[in-house]
């Protein structure tokens, strides 16, 4: 069984470029959220994806967009980078009938310079 | 609003002994409180959880209570090894449009010392 894994690990970027993270879920899980983690701060909800629409938004601006796969595997996109946007970026997958259980990647480590 | 507050930011025990972590949830609809390892470089990884049907749960060394009227629940690990070292959070699962989502503690780092 294999996990959930991102890519890449980090990436660094200036100010008002744009930026696209990877991630394949978990092997049976059909459903990826992707969640925003400051420094020490614990993640933070941005989005949820199921069946390649998006079915759930956190407190995010529209600059944050995201997409799904036919293969369940997912990208977010951040556009417009901003200084603090520079965080730890986590998807995590989880299957239909227990889908608040998330299995997490670990993670893009992002700076935005 | 969702809110859920974690307790203590940090913790140091000795080898051996036992570990507790409390949270408070605000929403009485959470369902579902997962608690999560999160070791440096790595991604948060579920160490137990608990349903709001079932007051507490236990796996080996770890055990989690639910106090549903109170809205708190809480980690406990027993005979405490320095691997357990690292940062954990809890975390209360609501459903709010269809979908779910987990609102995360700010996270207690554990520091075991042998």
């Known amino acids: 069984e294999t996990g959930v894994t991102q890519s890449p690990t980090h990436l660094i970027k200036t100010r008002g470029q744009q930026v696209t993270l990877r991630c394949s879920s978990q092997?049976?899980?059909?459903?990826v959220s992707w969640y925003q983690q400051a420094l020490g701060q614990g993640p933070q909800f941005i989005f949820q994806?199921?069946?390649?629409?998006?079915?759930g938004r956190g407190n995010f601006p529209p600059r944050f967009s995201g997409l799904q796969f036919p293969n369940y595997s997912s990208e977010l996109n951040v556009n417009a980078l901003e200084l603090d946007d520079s965080a730890l970026y986590l998807c995590?997958?989880?299957?239909?009938?227990?889908?608040?259980?998330?299995?997490f990647g670990s993670g893009t480590q992002l700076s935005v310079l | 609003g969702e809110n859920v507050e974690q307790h203590p930011s940090t913790l140091s025990v000795q080898e051996g002994d036992s570990a507790v972590i409390k949270c408070t949830y605000s929403d009485s609809a959470s369902n579902y409180f997962p608690w999560y390892k999160q070791e440096l470089g790595k991604g948060p990884q579920l160490i137990i959880d608990?349903?709001?049907?079932?007051g507490e749960k236990k796996d080996q060394r770890i055990a989690v209570t639910l106090n549903k009227t109170a809205k708190h629940f809480s980690l406990h690990i027993t005979e405490t090894q320095p691997e357990d070292s690292a940062v954990y959070f809890c975390?209360?699962?609501?459903?709010?449009?269809?979908?779910?989502?987990?609102?995360f503690g700010a996270g207690t780092r554990l520091a075991v010392h042998p």
């Open positions: 975390a209360a699962s609501l459903l709010s449009g269809g979908y779910n989502k987990l609102i």
């Open positions: 608990i349903r709001s049907n079932v």
């Open positions: 995590a997958s989880s299957w239909t009938g227990e889908e608040e259980k998330l299995f």
């Open positions: 994806y199921y069946r390649e629409e998006e079915n």
């Open positions: 092997s049976g899980h059909n459903t």
